[in-house]
């Protein structure tokens, strides 16, 4: 009941928001382009399963996340498009090393429960496991494009549009997403298909990157996007 009437708040307080932001031109619409990618963030065994402190809500992991995510990969490999799955982990998770990997994040955050050592935490869900020229890609700080290739790699494909997925919402999707923007790409997050662990959390970011930097769209119109990009109309989308 408490989470129901959290959403019922929330909605009520974007209700509200949504007059001030329309007034003042905010929540235009970037659209999708011409050359899609699938970008899912963190969506590896450490947040997708239970009994890691990065764990995230199963309940929609399972019964949201996963499927869609499923329903976008099977579109975006029958289509040829450019998938890549980020995963993140460390290699020297001694905090009191000052030549460790982890920077300063994990002055914030257990991210010494992603350890390099262990495969299997940052492996990418089997559920949605990559395929052959899908490339798994290792990121060190919140954004996939922090210190990373991601951009250039993206640049290179021909790339003008990211599809997001992935958790959390509030740090690695978020930062990715706004990253991407600023690299000069359409950014599309899929709704259904990012978490959270904190109540509340995904709604409040999905509402606040729809009005400054991304479209947030659902699964099925990503699905018919990838589907049907070469024919795509962003006004009948």
């Known amino acids: 009941m408490a989470i129901e009437n959290l959403d019922e708040m929330l909605q009520q307080a974007f209700d509200e928001s949504s007059k001030i932001y329309q007034e003042r031109g905010f929540q235009r619409r970037i659209g999708f382009g011409k050359k899609p990618a699938l970008v899912s963030i963190d969506l590896a065994n450490a947040w997708t399963r239970p009994g890691n402190p990065f764990t995230c809500d199963m309940e929609k992991m399972d019964n949201e996340i ?18 890549v799955h980020v995963t993140t982990a460390y290699q020297n998770t001694d905090r009191n090393d000052p030549h460790t990997d982890m920077g ?3 002055n914030k955050i257990p991210v010494e429960a992603v350890s390099l050592e262990d495969e299997e935490l940052w492996a990418i869900d089997s ?13 060190k700080r919140a954004s996939a494009f922090s210190g990373t290739p991601l951009a250039g790699y993206l640049q290179t494909c021909g790339v003008d549009t990211i599809i997001f997925t992935g958790v959390t919402a509030t740090a690695c999707v978020r930062t990715s997403i706004c990253d ?11 709704r259904e298909c990012i978490g959270d662990r904190v109540p509340g959390a995904v709604a409040w970011n999905l509402y606040d990157i729809d009005a400054k930097f991304a479209d947030v769209e659902p699964v099925d119109t990503c699905v018919n996007y990838l ?3 070469e024919g795509w109309n962003n006004e009948a989308g």
Do not use: D, S
Request: no cysteine; proline share 4%.
């Open 66 to 83: 996963i499927p869609g995510m499923q329903r976008l990969l099977e579109a975006a490999r029958a289509n040829g498009h450019v998938v």
């Open 104 to 106: 300063q994040w994990h």
């Open 127 to 139: 559920r949605i496991a990559p395929i052959k020229g899908e490339w798994v890609m290792m990121k």
């Open 180 to 190: 991407g923007l600023q690299e000069g790409f359409r950014t599309i997050a899929a």
């Open 227 to 229: 589907n049907n990009v």
